[in-house]
Nanobody, 124 residues
Framework: VQLVESGGGLVQTGGSLRLSCAAS????????IAWFRQTPGKDHTFVAA???????HYADSVKGRLTISRDSAKNTVFLQMSSLRPDDTAIYYC???????????????????WGQGTQVTVSS
């Protein structure tokens, strides 16, 4: 499975971005796909996930501002980001895994497949 992210960039506070995670090698409907973010010196932090069933989960810090969705025809997962804040600045990674139980959804070590990351910078 290969995951390729795109859509990062520089945006002002309050602005919006849409990240994409395009998959090849396996249907996303068979996987849980999550977004994690990482800042220098820190570990991967859970942002959002969409399970194979289509149910979605969010970190408290992004609820109401970020939305994860899936386009099965394109085998792509999106992260729509709005009302962005400077503390959203990070490298955002798309991650995928099969058979991930709910209690391990937010643990980056549960995921086998990772994209290369895309930088999101929010200026104040």
């Amino acid at each position: 499975v290969q995951l390729v992210e795109s859509g990062g960039g520089l945006v002002q506070t309050g602005g919006s971005l849409r990240l994409s995670c395009a998959a090849s090698g396996r249907s996303l409907r068979q996987l849980t796909i999550a977004w994690f973010r990482q800042t220098p010196g820190k570990d991967h932090t859970f942002v959002a996930a969409i399970r194979y069933s289509g149910t979605t989960h969010y970190a408290d810090s992004v609820k109401g501002r970020l939305t994860i969705s899936r386009d099965s025809a394109k085998n792509t997962v999106f992260l729509q980001m709005s009302s962005l804040r400077p503390d959203d600045t990070a490298i955002y990674y798309c991650a995928g895994g099969a058979g991930i139980i709910l209690s391990r959804l937010r643990d980056h070590t549960s995921y086998n497949y990772w994209g290369q990351g895309t930088q999101v910078t929010v200026s104040s």
